[in-house]
């Protein structure tokens, strides 16, 4: 089932972060929190999300956005990875999809098939590979699909967003403009 905007978002029960701490969404006290579930750890297209999730960190920071990415990778993978980045925020790993679960976040063969034959993924994959995100090894469900939820400081979802392709995430630029925006008005993003 979709967590819908408006609604109490899941708490992420027994999440732990890349360096064995616990997560919380209330650890990030009187702030929003961008949750981003992402697909495998060396997967191209979530290696440049979460690229332009680090690089924006300041912004996002600024604008009161704690940032917080899953994947159902084993952190052994995700570290790996995402070594070269030194990510400035905390990573999940979730290889038991408990997390995807509470959050409705779906397998589809279908639009994993449509996302390939989109010229946005060739555009996406030749800029991940001029960054050295070349791929590999698939951990757990290849056709798993990313999302992304704006929460709010009050735990309440003010936006959510699933990805109808392997590269749709919801831009840095709209979660601004939604934490700006809205306060405990909600909004699903298309």
Known sequence: MKV????????????ADQHGHPVSLGDAAGKHVLLVFLRYASCPMCLLHIRELSRRHRELASAGIDVIAVFHSPPRRIAR???RMALPFRVIANPGFTLYKQYGV????LRLAASVFAPSFYA?????????FWGGAVD?????????FLIGPDGTVLASHYGRGIDDHLSVDAVLQIAGTLTPAVAEVA
């Open 124 to 132: 996406g994959f030749v800029h991940a590979a001029m960054l050295g």
């Open 4 to 15: 819908q905007p408006g609604s109490i978002a899941p708490a992420l029960m027994g999440a």
């Open 140 to 148: 757990g469900d290849a056709a798993r699909m990313p999302a992304d």
């Open 81 to 83: 990875h995402t070594a």
């Open 106 to 109: 779906v397998s589809s063969w």
